[in-house]
């Protein structure tokens, strides 16, 4: 991991919260990389192996849990931190989400500056 | 023989004139075709350049609002970028719109901060005064939306209350609920109550709206519902209406009222709407003083009436029942 400047890979398709995101990651000296649905999310993981992945859940092509429980499948990919930012609020997403070892939960609306503050936390696991 | 070529020669200028008619609609059809095509390319060129425009503002707007958002720049460089261009004003306020439905904290207090720059206040005012009916609905959504009036906007909005326009009139009665003024909240709710064919959403919105702080439930704003709802220009099931957002906003500070209109052989208070409403009220508050006339009610003309009735004294004394035991242990027996 590039402790400087660890990379986060945004998969969201939203184009105002992703622009949000990347202004607040950049000025925090993130390396930031954006993609906006799940299967073009999976190839950037396996292609880019970011330090942590920021994941939606409601993604067209392959929604955020699909893409997570792939990856976890995946041998090299499994260990890679995620953290799920959604809208959705249900307490069954959330389990789901943590049995496949989410480093964080974090629901939307959100706080930038405790995005980055999470993200920061799960970084250093 | 001879009477069928009778029947040729008659039929042979006819079907000149038919083919002649039929290839002037034929021409008149591919003149209307060729206008509608380029009529909906010249629409798909306007909306691409709106398009563009639109991502051209937005993309110079966001920068700027997250740079805010995050203390590198202040409200008056914002201000600095409208220009005066109409299209402007939406581009920005979709913007911070969306990003308020995202986030939270001190992120959302400082983009509604942004929602009221002097600018866009400005450019809301301007609606307000349109000749354009839209226009001024869309100022008085502003203003709905965004809680922000003077007395200046007040003096409008009272005007627009009034307007022959349904939605205009509630937007407007709506907007001016953000007045710290009584006075004008209870002209808006008044003069929206009295127009015919209002909705119960509507009226609950305005309602929520009218009451200033809901966990402090004040006279002064009882005494001005009650003239709202007992005023004789307001029409039975308008009435009615205003009886089920006082119970549905849980507005406790008028069950001595609605004990009274209940009670009450004034004509206003005879529609069965109003008994109903009024008889859910009772029920609601769970007011144990009503039942007297609740049981009278049970012999009401009116079926609505008798089955609220039935099932307020079922509830009033189930409640009362469940109240009973938990009296003795306060009685002594020496």
């Not at chain 2, 001005?224 to 849980?250: F, K, P, W, Y």
């Amino acid at each position: 991991m590039n402790r400087k400047n660890p990379s986060v890979l945004l998969i969201e398709d939203d184009p105002v919260v992703s622009k949000l995101i990347e202004f607040k990651l950049k000025k925090n000296n993130f390396q930031f990389e954006r993609r906006t649905n799940g299967l073009e999310g999976l190839s950037a993981v396996k292609e880019l192996k970011p330090d942590l992945v920021l994941l939606d859940v409601m993604l067209p092509s392959m929604n955020g849990f699909e893409l997570l429980r792939q990856l976890r499948e995946d041998e090299g990919l499994k260990n890679t931190r995620v953290i799920m930012l959604t809208a959705s609020m249900k307490i069954k997403d959330k389990k789901t989400a943590f049995s496949h070892e989410v480093k964080d939960y974090m629901e939307k609306p959100f706080e930038t500056d405790e995005l980055i503050i999470r993200i920061n936390k799960a970084l250093l696991n | 023989m001879e009477q069928l070529g009778q029947i040729g020669y008659l039929l042979m200028p006819d079907l000149n004139t038919s083919m002649n008619l039929l290839l002037i609609v034929t021409f008149v059809l591919l003149l209307a075709t060729i206008m509608l095509f380029l009529i909906s390319i010249g629409i798909r060129i306007h909306l691409a350049r709106q398009g563009k425009l639109a991502e051209k503002y937005e993309n110079e707007f966001l920068p700027a609002i997250f740079a805010y958002m995050d203390d590198d720049a202040d409200v008056e460089g914002i201000s600095r970028m409208f220009d005066g261009i109409k299209m402007k004003y939406s581009i920005f306020e979709k913007s911070v719109i969306k990003l308020l439905k995202n986030v939270d904290g001190e992120d959302a207090v400082k983009l509604r901060k942004l929602l009221v720059v002097e600018p866009v206040f400005n450019f809301h005012l301007n609606q307000l005064k349109s000749e354009n009916e839209i226009e001024r609905i869309k100022g008085c959504n502003y203003f709905r939306f965004t809680d922000l009036v003077n007395r200046e906007i007040i003096s409008v909005l009272k005007r627009l209350v009034h307007a022959e326009n349904m939605y205009m009139s509630f937007s407007a009665a709506s907007a001016m609920m953000a007045s710290g003024e009584l006075s004008d909240r209870s002209y808006a709710l008044e003069a929206y109550s009295k127009r015919r064919g209002i909705s119960k959403m509507a009226l609950l919105e305005l309602f929520y709206r009218f009451i200033d702080d809901s966990r402090n439930q004040t006279e002064e704003e009882a005494i001005a519902l009650e003239n709202i709802i007992s005023n004789e220009d307001i029409h039975s099931g308008n009435r009615a209406l205003l009886i089920q957002c006082v119970t549905e906003t849980n507005y406790y500070f008028m069950i001595g009222s609605l004990q009274s209109w209940l009670e009450s052989d004034d004509s206003k208070w005879q529609d069965p709407a109003v008994v109903v409403a009024l008889i859910k009220a009772q029920r609601a508050f769970l007011n144990p003083d009503a039942l007297n006339r609740l049981n009278q009610l049970l012999n009401h003309e009116d079926e609505k009436v008798v089955k609220a009735a039935s099932e307020a004294v079922t509830e009033l004394d189930n409640k009362i029942e469940v109240i009973d035991p938990i009296k003795p242990p306060f009685q002594t027996d020496s």
